[in-house]
């Protein structure tokens, strides 16, 4: 199993920045992707999670449309941790954010318990 645990989220201005991190602990090595999601407030429950932004282990990486150029995930492998650094912050951004890991062993992804980012305008 992997545990996740997400820090860094708050409360800033549009126009401003913040720094996610997520460490890993547990079967870290068998962890291959690593990327962040985000749930957005008053969106249903039964709607699945926005993702915001994956990298591989290799690091290969992938971005939402409506974070390209203002989102930038990074990994260190040594520590089990993934970055998510947040510049140019719009209102719409505002969400929960969960960290998630993929491995080729468990069939199953894993989650943490998410932190809050609150962007206002």
């Known amino acids: 199993q992997v545990q996740l645990v997400e820090s860094g989220g708050g409360l800033v201005q549009a126009g401003g920045s913040l720094s996610l991190s997520c460490a890993a602990s547990g079967d870290t090595a068998r962890i291959n992707v690593m990327g962040w999601y985000r749930q957005s407030p008053g969106q249903s429950p039964g709607k699945q999670r926005e993702?915001?932004?994956?990298?591989?282990?290799?690091?290969?990486?992938n971005y939402a449309d409506s974070v390209q150029g203002r989102f930038t995930i990074s990994r260190n492998n040594a520590k089990n941790t993934v970055y998510l650094q947040m510049n140019s912050l719009k209102p719409e951004d505002t969400a929960l954010y969960y960290c998630?890991?993929?491995?080729?062993?468990?069939?199953?992804?894993?989650w943490g318990r998410g932190t809050q980012v609150t962007v206002s305008s």
């Open positions: 998630n890991a993929v491995t080729s062993f468990y069939r199953n992804p894993f």
């Open positions: 993702l915001v932004a994956t990298i591989s282990r290799g690091g290969w990486t």
